[in-house]
């Protein structure tokens, strides 16, 4: 079956310009995770989605950075003004979330270049 | 907040011997407690997960323990081969605002030496 899928693979983009990025969870999961993966380092926490909830967007590290779920399915990852420095794999993942049985799918990623 | 502590970051061991990595989790409340596998420019992917109801579950070499009063669990590997090497991922439910979320270790990086 069709499981998280990520667009665009890669994205080569001009310091100052904004980018956003595309999250197709697997249909019926309630949860969605953006991640941001730097080379060689670990998982990121930006934001999280679940139902109809108010997002966890503790992890946005500055407000450059937005997120937004439409009708509980398609994420968007908006980043304004990118700088050098955000300059990474954006990692989305989706999970069905029912009474904490939370397996998290993984996208195969966005690489973000800001050159 | 809620957090998940894994070690070592980098672990390196001879082909066929046993490999141990630890996670310390501070919710008492977590209920659930995976573990992924993440290749070299790959996408981490679950390799076996327990939940907070046993204390061991096994697959085929790969075996994770966890210990609920002391809020730890570990994933052991047995007979390495060159193929496990990777960067592995731990995890742990946490409750937060009326829902539950993942909440990830920093990782350990395992090389398997020849």
């Known amino acids: ?115 | 907040g809620e957090n998940v502590e894994q070690h070592p970051s980098t672990l390196s061991v001879q082909e066929g011997d046993s490999a141990v990595i630890k996670c310390t989790y501070s919710d008492s409340a977590s209920n659930y407690f995976p573990w992924y596998k993440q290749e070299l420019g790959k996408r981490p992917q679950l390799i076996i997960d327990i939940r907070s109801n046993v204390g061991e579950k096994k697959d085929q070499r790969i075996a994770v323990t966890l210990n609920k009063t002391a809020k730890h669990f570990s994933l052991h590997i047995t007979e390495t081969q060159p193929e496990d090497s990777a960067v592995y991922f731990c995890a742990a439910s946490i409750y937060m605002d009326s829902n539950y979320q993942l909440i990830w270790g920093a990782g350990t990086k395992l090389i398997i030496k020849p």
């Open chain 1, 1 to 115: 079956g069709a499981g998280v899928s990520q667009s665009p693979s890669n994205k080569v983009t001009e310091k100052g310009k904004d980018v956003e990025l595309r999250c197709d969870p697997i249909s019926g999961h309630t949860a969605l995770y953006w991640y941001r993966q730097s080379l060689g380092q670990g998982l990121e926490f930006l934001i999280y989605f679940q139902g109809n909830s108010a997002p966890d967007k503790s992890g946005l590290p500055s407000d450059r950075f937005s997120a937004e779920r439409t009708g509980g399915s398609v994420s968007t990852l908006t980043i304004q003004r990118t700088q050098q420095e955000d300059s990474a794999v954006y990692l989305c993942a989706s999970s069905l979330n029912h009474r904490g049985d939370t397996e998290a799918f993984f996208g195969q990623g966005t690489r973000l270049t800001v050159v």
